[in-house]
């Protein structure tokens, strides 16, 4: 479609907030004509879509949607379906994807502006909780880095710590960055078992102890990290299943989105009341990379915002499922 193409190529070239809640406003009409789902959601709460002008008057659609709606806008047969994570009995997010491309220059223009060109990485991938089921967002983000950066040394792996171990021990003098992305409580399996003092590497974590550890304070996880491996920071990866975008903290907890996302934070108590800076709630998210689906939801994660590009996400609402992000509060 001509409306949709036009808007594709509008998401990547966001300059300001002009820009930005131009495009959401026009992103937001298009789900409501073409995203059932959403239609009807926007309807029940009784919103005039016509009298929508800001990104702060537009209804996010609480995530639990995802995991028994086809949430998608325009009809479509999917190049895949990435699904959430979860423990046994849970039912899991789905998220139709129409455009993998439309991911894929999402993460890579992320990526790239956040840590530079991935050709300039070895990137080395920890992630054995996703590579053992299918439909992982996650993994096909890594898989596609790594690819990218044309470097032999890179690659996934699963409980082989030995090996990884040697292949870090290798890397140290290459003139390459070395980035390490990991899930959490895998990345602690390696600390305890094979500590080595790599100072230059870059250390990612993401998706939590999936119930394998022990939960700790971010804190104590971090220096735990920063002891074993001899580093200064540790960087955090917060993303979803279903978003198509994702935030990078470089050190203190600190998360950073691209221009084509916004994170704010709603009233606890009163979920269509946002917050001021510096105020803990649920955070709601736009992430316009969400075009053929929805690109305004409400998680089940708490967070306060710091700015208009920074937030801390500080856990999860009580009883809500473990998923693929990280669990720690700071």
């Avoid at 209804?59 to 949607?65: D, K, Q, V």
């Avoid at 690819?147 to 990884?164: A, K, W």
């Avoid at 979803?240 to 709603?266: C, N």
Wanted: with cysteine; hydrophobic share 40%; net charge negative.
């Amino acid at each position: 479609m001509p409306e949709t193409k036009a808007l594709e190529k509008r998401i990547f070239s966001i300059t300001n907030s002009l820009s930005f809640n131009e495009l959401a406003v026009d992103i937001f009409h298009f789900q409501y004509r073409n995203n059932p789902v959403y239609h009807q959601f926007v309807d029940l709460l009784g919103v005039n879509p016509s009298a929508i002008r800001h990104d702060t008057e537009i209804p996010f659609l609480p995530i639990e949607f995802f995991k028994d709606q086809k949430v998608c806008s325009g009809e479509f047969e999917p190049e895949t379906i990435f699904t959430s994570s979860g423990t046994s009995g849970q039912v899991n997010s789905q998220h139709y994807i129409k455009s993998l491309n439309l991911y894929e220059q999402s993460f890579v223009t992320q990526f790239t502006q956040q840590f530079g060109a991935p050709d300039n990485f070895v990137l080395l991938a920890l992630l054995p909780s996703y590579l053992e089921r299918e439909g992982s967002s996650l993994v096909y983000m890594v898989e596609k880095l790594i690819g990218l950066t044309r470097d032999p040394s890179s690659g996934f792996y699963l409980h082989n710590y030995e090996q990884l171990a040697q292949v870090l021990n290798n890397l140290k003098k290459p003139s390459k960055k070395v980035l390490l992305i990991g899930v959490t409580y895998a990345l602690l399996d390696l600390a305890e078992t094979y500590p080595i003092h790599f100072p230059k590497l870059i250390l990612m974590e993401t998706g939590g102890m999936k119930g394998k550890r022990k939960e700790l304070l971010r804190t104590e996880m971090h220096d735990i990290l920063k002891a074993a491996f001899g580093i200064e920071n540790v960087c955090s990866e917060y993303g979803m299943t279903e978003l198509l975008s994702q935030a990078y903290s470089l050190k203190d907890g600190v998360f950073e989105h691209p221009p084509w996302m916004k994170v704010m934070i709603r009233d606890m108590n009163d979920p269509l009341t946002l917050l001021d800076n510096g105020k803990t709630g649920g955070m709601n998210i736009i992430d316009l990379a969400n075009l053929y689906s929805c690109s305004f939801i409400a998680t089940k994660d708490l967070g306060r915002k710091i700015d208009d590009r920074s937030f801390e996400m500080l856990g999860r609402y009580d009883n809500s499922d473990v998923r693929g992000c990280n669990l720690m509060i700071s």
